[in-house]
């Protein structure tokens, strides 16, 4: 029953955690906006303009595309496309990290709909008449399998990257170091716990356990599995890694945010309250700074 608790109390506060960190990106004050062109949602991005290039812009109607600019999002966000255009090399092994995690979480989606099959009765199984079963289990060895060893060959080439590579080792904090042998460990005993049995019934079992709220046995190994996994889903939303829900406010609202500040937009009014802003604790800054004492 430990386990369960573990497993649904980690699956509870990354969600939580996450979703608190995007409450409060999205309630954080006004940014410096950097504007860079071209900006994706502009009518123009693709030669480089920007609105502010036409005759009495302020006159007219700012035509946006959202979906333009999600797509182009999208393409960051999934392939880590500056990384690819700027560190081709790093790139190869960075990306094999983050596309063995999508897999993963394609993975566990499928495990929880194949669990939901056999407890209503439907055999997820190569012999199984179910199509629909078929494919899950299929898919389901397909995506474990391409994950847990892109997750494994990714962190632990990025770790030994960062090692070994004279510049990075530079830039490399001992933080980002237990960050990639915590995914390690976890993709490792992931594939030592698992990787018995390819079609990963019994990991299709274990979740149709959490999902019925059915203490499951483990042995020292599912243990230790089990525990790591939690540990790193409660660490991955309060640590640098948490990158993930910033991504989208990162775009959206600093680097293409260029809304005309006209008089009585809803600029003016974020960029009043903004200057209201005062910080917490000490800033050096002379407009921030209480006056000095007059000297007698």
């Not at 289990?137 to 995506?143: A, D, V």
């Not at 594939?191 to 046995?217: H, K, Y």
Request: a positive charge; hydrophobic letters at 50%.
């Amino acid at each position: 029953m430990l386990l369960s608790l573990i497993a649904y109390l980690s699956i509870l506060l990354f969600l939580g955690i996450s979703v608190y960190k995007a409450y409060g990106f999205a309630k954080m004050p006004l940014h410096g906006r950097m504007e860079l062109y071209p900006v994706p949602k502009e009518k123009g991005y693709e030669h480089g303009g920007s609105f502010y290039e036409e005759v009495a812009w302020w006159s007219k109607p700012h035509e946006v595309s959202h979906v333009r600019e999600i797509l182009e999002m999208l393409k960051e966000i999934l392939f880590i496309k500056k990384l690819f255009e700027n560190q081709r090399p790093f790139w190869w092994i960075s990306y094999a990290l983050h596309l063995g995690i999508y897999f993963i979480m394609a993975w566990t989606i499928l495990l929880v709909i194949g669990a939901v099959f056999a407890l209503n009765g439907i055999m997820v199984a190569a012999s199984s008449s179910n199509i629909l079963a078929l494919l899950i289990y299929y898919f389901s060895i397909l995506t474990g399998i391409i994950g847990l060893a892109l997750v494994t060959l990714g962190s632990g080439a990025l770790f030994l990257r960062r090692m070994f590579d004279n510049t990075l080792k530079k830039y490399t904090t001992p933080q980002e170091y237990f960050n990639l042998l915590l995914i390690l460990a976890a993709a490792v005993t992931g594939i030592l716990v698992w990787g018995s049995d390819l079609s990963f019934q019994p990991a299709r079992e274990v979740t149709a356990n959490l999902i019925t709220f059915t203490p499951f046995a483990a042995g020292g190994l599912v243990t230790l599995h089990v525990i790591i996994v939690g540990v790193m889903l409660i660490y991955i939303p309060i640590s640098k890694m948490s990158h993930y829900v910033g991504k989208y406010f990162t775009f959206h609202t600093v680097l293409w945010d260029n809304s005309p500040n006209l008089r009585g937009s809803a600029v003016e009014q974020k960029v009043k309250k903004a200057t209201t802003y005062r910080p917490t604790t000490t800033w050096s800054a002379p407009h921030i700074k209480a006056p000095n004492a007059p000297k007698e």
